[in-house]
């Protein structure tokens, strides 16, 4: 049973940072592609970044130049900094894996809020 673990998400003032942390457990957890998606109140989700094993990178146009992800294979492990945080970053955010069969895998999601 692969499983995707978040954590660090949380509330934050504008103009802040948070960074997001997604563990990849279990068997078949070499992933190709990881990276993060996100859903605000009703909306749909959408994606944020991915990163290839390889290292390539793909960002929402929303997001570029304030978020960075990045891995580490050793740990299965992808990450997310998020830095200049606006208010309509405000959504569940949700790590993602496909695998080297294109079997998709979601993590249970993470709350982050950019509120004052």
């Known amino acids: 049973q692969v499983q995707l673990v978040e954590s660090g998400g949380g509330l934050v003032q504008p103009g802040g940072s948070l960074r997001l942390s997604c563990a990849a457990s279990?068997?078949?957890?070499?992933?190709?592609?990881m990276g993060w998606y996100r859903q605000a109140p009703g909306k749909q989700r959408e994606l944020v970044a991915t990163i290839t094993r390889a290292g390539v990178i793909m960002y929402a146009d929303s997001v570029k130049g304030r978020f960075t992800v990045s891995r580490d294979n050793a740990k299965n492990t992808v990450y997310l900094q998020m830095n200049s945080l606006k208010p309509e970053d405000t959504a569940v955010y949700y790590c993602?894996?496909?695998?080297?069969?294109?079997?998709?895998?979601w993590g249970q999601g993470t709350q982050v809020t950019a509120s004052s």
């Open positions: 279990g068997s078949s957890s070499r992933f190709n592609t």
């Open positions: 993602y894996g496909r695998d080297f069969r294109g079997v998709d895998y």
